[in-house]
């Protein structure tokens, strides 16, 4: 009878302890407590805050930042870890699976560490308030989080790049929820770049998947994503053609798609993105190599293989505010656009190594801001127009073609 009571009694106290541990565990503390045991470097002690004993306010730590709960039975949470680094303090660890027991996360910020190991998928699911994610510049690895595209519905920001993430893209992570902005690259993702049919994608802006090795076409469907700011494919193995449907994206400003397998013509449609600033089709090292970072595409070197069949059309060169096209050596024929737009804002022209014919167009006079021109190597003829005398033009290169009559003198004064 005694020893059974005492038994209930030692038997009651451990469950007391256990669940207070446990309790302790899912608190915001004990989540950062957790989360500071699977940081194994941390040469400038910025986690030496982290300590109930020296500071019992969680809330006061390093990179940690709580918000009174509009939901009073919630009190005050941790809202946002922010631990990005520097190049003289770098935290080494790994993203435990107690980050979920801070649920009301908006903001999770590791970036330039030396984060590395998987993100913890089902962890990661758990923050469903998560609006900013960056990852960035660690070597994270493994396969990124499906969850991360069905789960985060109000995830806005998402930067991934810099890593040594493999595998598929989540294959409704394009044109998810609210994301305004997600940067790939520059890891070793495969397989093909998806978007979901039925994605209405309006909240995009910002798509970067630069430096990996995706394969396959361009979907038509990114002319879903009619907010496109910035779309850079650059750096991948992408096949077939530019789709026209790009031309839907009204809101396009850049566009890199250089550095792929892409064939076919340039699309016209193009034409109908008047904001259009900057058009990059081609680049012209013949040889591009591992681009750095902790990930890194490739590990040696590769050819680039964009070589598209016709010119360049008439409507590109018709776009009020292009400044930039560069598509050296992109296998272009045919005679130069005859037309530039009469607001032509182009600074940057490279066409050179391709194999134009015809004489240099007098419309590209229209284009004072003019500083850099690159036509060399290709079977221009005729004479210059001497009407392209432009004040601050900085490279002029027409070599190697057969262009006879004098050049046009241009004014450095001001250089
Ligand atoms: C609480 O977390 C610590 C450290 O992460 C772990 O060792 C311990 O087993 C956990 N306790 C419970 C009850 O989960
Ligand atoms: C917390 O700070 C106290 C006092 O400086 C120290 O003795 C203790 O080791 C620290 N705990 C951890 C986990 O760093
Ligand atoms: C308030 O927070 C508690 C605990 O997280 C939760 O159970 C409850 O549903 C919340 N109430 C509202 C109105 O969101
Ligand atoms: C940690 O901070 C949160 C938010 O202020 C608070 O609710 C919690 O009680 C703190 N935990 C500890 C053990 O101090
Ligand atoms: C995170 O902290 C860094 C440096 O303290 C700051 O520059 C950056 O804006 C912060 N990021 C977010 C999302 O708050
Ligand atoms: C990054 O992680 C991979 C394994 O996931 C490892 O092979 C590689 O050496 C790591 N790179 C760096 C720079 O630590
Ligand atoms: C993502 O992070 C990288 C590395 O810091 C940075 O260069 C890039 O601009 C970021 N992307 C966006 C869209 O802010
Ligand atoms: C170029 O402009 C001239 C004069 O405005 C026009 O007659 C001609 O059709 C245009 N050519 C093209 C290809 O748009
Ligand atoms: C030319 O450059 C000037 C100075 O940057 C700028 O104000 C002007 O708008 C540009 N013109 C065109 C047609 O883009
Ligand atoms: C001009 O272009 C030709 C052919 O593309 C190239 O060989 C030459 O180096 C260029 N000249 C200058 C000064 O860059
Ligand atoms: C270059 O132009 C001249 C006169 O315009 C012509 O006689 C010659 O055949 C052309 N050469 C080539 C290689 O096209």
Redesign the pocket.
């Known amino acids: 009878m005694v020893a059974a009571a005492w038994f209930l009694f030692v038997g009651g106290l451990a469950v007391a302890f256990s669940a207070e541990a446990l309790s302790?565990n899912n608190?915001?503390?004990?989540a950062?407590l957790s989360f500071k045991n699977s940081i194994f470097g941390d040469p400038s002690n910025l986690l030496s805050s982290w300590n109930?004993t020296t500071s019992?306010?969680?809330?006061t730590w390093y990179g940690?930042t709580?918000q009174k709960s509009s939901n009073t039975t919630r009190?005050?949470?941790?809202i946002a870890l922010n631990l990005t680094g520097t190049s003289t303090a770098r935290l080494s660890g790994t993203l435990p699976e107690s980050i979920q027991n801070l649920p009301y996360l908006r903001t999770l910020v590791l970036s330039h560490n030396s984060f590395s190991g998987e993100i913890p998928a089902g962890s990661i699911a758990k923050l469903s308030f998560l609006e900013v994610l960056e990852l960035q510049g660690n070597n994270f690895s493994g396969k990124i989080p499906q969850q991360i595209s069905t789960d985060l519905h109000y995830l806005r920001f998402l930067n991934l790049s810099f890593n040594s993430f493999t595998g598929d893209i989540p294959a409704t992570l394009i044109g998810f929820g609210k994301l305004r902005v997600i940067d790939l690259s520059n890891n070793r993702l495969t397989g093909e770049m998806q978007l979901v049919s039925s994605s209405k994608c309006l909240f995009l802006r910002h798509l970067k998947l630069s430096n990996n090795l995706l394969e396959n076409n361009i979907p038509k469907d990114i002319g879903h994503c009619k907010n496109l700011r910035t779309l850079l494919l650059d750096g991948n193995i992408l096949q077939g053609p530019i789709p026209a449907e790009i031309g839907q994206i009204l809101e396009l400003r850049v566009l890199d798609v250089s550095t792929n397998s892409l064939t076919q013509t340039i699309p016209k449609e193009l034409g109908y993105c008047k904001k259009l600033s900057v058009l990059v089709l081609t680049n012209s090292n013949n040889f591009v190599g591992n681009n750095g970072g902790a990930g890194g595409s490739l590990d040696g070197f590769r050819l680039e293989f964009n070589a598209f069949e016709g010119g360049v059309p008439q409507e590109v060169a018709m776009l009020p505010s292009l400044q930039i096209l560069w598509a050296p050596r992109a296998n272009l024929d045919g005679r130069l656009p005859g037309n530039w737009s009469d607001s032509c804002s182009l600074r940057v022209l490279h066409l050179g190594q391709n194999s134009l014919r015809g004489v240099v167009p007098k419309g590209l006079v229209m284009c004072k801001n003019l500083t850099f021109l690159d036509l060399s190597s290709n079977f221009l003829t005729g004479d210059l127009p001497m009407q392209l005398q432009i004040p601050c033009m900085m490279y002029f290169n027409v070599s190697q073609n057969n262009i006879s009559g004098p050049v046009p003198t241009f004014w450095k004064g001001q250089l």
């Open positions: 302790f608190s915001a503390s004990g950062l109930l019992p306010d969680n809330c940690v709580c009190g005050v949470v941790v």
